[in-house]
Antibody, heavy 120, light 107 residues
Framework: EVQLVESGGGLVQPGGSLRLSCAAS????????MNWVRQAPGKGLEWVGN????????YYLDSVRGRFTISRDNARNSLYLQMNSLRADDTAVYYC?????????????WGQGTTVTVSS | DIQMTQSPSSLSASVGDRVTITCRAS??????LNWFKQKPGKAPEVLIY???TLQSGVPSRISGSGSGTDFTLTISSLQPEDFATYYC?????????FGQGTKVEIK
């Protein structure tokens, strides 16, 4: 079964750091771009960033560039999101999503999400 | 950055109704447009990719059309499981953008 499982969310103070993980199974992880998408409470979906299958390219939402870093370990079938200098408006459910690029890029498999709360 | 504008923001409909949601991009994105459905407390799921291709397992009452800047998601006969929030998303640029969402509620 193709599956993504996020972990690492929690409560953190403003200015703090947190590292999210996403464990992949059921597919050849090293063949796929991967994404992070977030959803603030009661709000819509917001793409955070993505990483190429070999880690050689990364793209970020303007508001997180320089604070967040996406990385991956293909040997461990794992995706990561290192979040530094966290702000209250980073509070959200964070999803990882597989990026299937056939006709056009599409996030076709999603994890269940992990909740990040930034508050003092 | 590309802006994606969905309309309406919400709608009320009955089971069996035909429902249409539109999505407009601020610039030409070709057919690089995906549609997602999300139920409360659940992860999004893809319905349509590349503007008009039905994702495997998605019922055929759901369809997508459009190219360039104007796109449409249509549900031909609304079913109880279709009451949810729908999002369009462009995958043309390097930094992807979602529409603000359309909530489909029971009339």
């Amino acid at each position: 079964e193709v599956q993504l499982v996020e972990s690492g969310g929690g409560l953190v103070q403003p200015g703090g750091s947190l590292r999210l993980s996403c464990a992949a199974s059921g597919f050849t992880f090293s063949n796929y771009w991967m994404n992070w998408v977030r959803q603030a409470p009661g709000k819509g979906l917001e793409w955070v960033g993505n990483i190429k299958f070999d880690g050689s390219e990364k793209y970020y939402l303007d508001s997180v560039r320089g604070r967040f870093t996406i990385s991956r370990d293909n040997a461990r079938n794992s995706l990561y999101l290192q979040m530094n200098s966290l702000r209250a408006d980073d509070t959200a459910v964070y999803y990882c999503a597989r990026d299937h690029r056939v006709v056009a890029p599409v996030m076709d498999v999603w994890g269940q999400g992990t909740t990040v709360t930034v508050s003092s | 950055d590309i802006q994606m504008t969905q309309s309406p923001s919400s709608l009320s409909a009955s089971v069996g109704d035909r429902v249409t949601i539109t999505c407009r991009a601020s610039q030409n994105i070709g057919k690089n447009l995906n549609w997602f459905k999300q139920k409360p407390g659940k992860a999004p799921e893809v319905l349509i990719y590349a503007a008009s291709t039905l994702q495997s397992g998605v019922p055929s009452r759901i369809s997508g059309s459009g190219s360039g800047t104007d796109f449409t998601l249509t549900i031909s006969s609304l079913q109880p499981e279709d009451f949810a929030t729908y999002y369009c998303q462009e995958s043309y640029s390097f930094m992807w953008t979602f529409g603000q969402g359309t909530k489909v509620e029971i009339k």
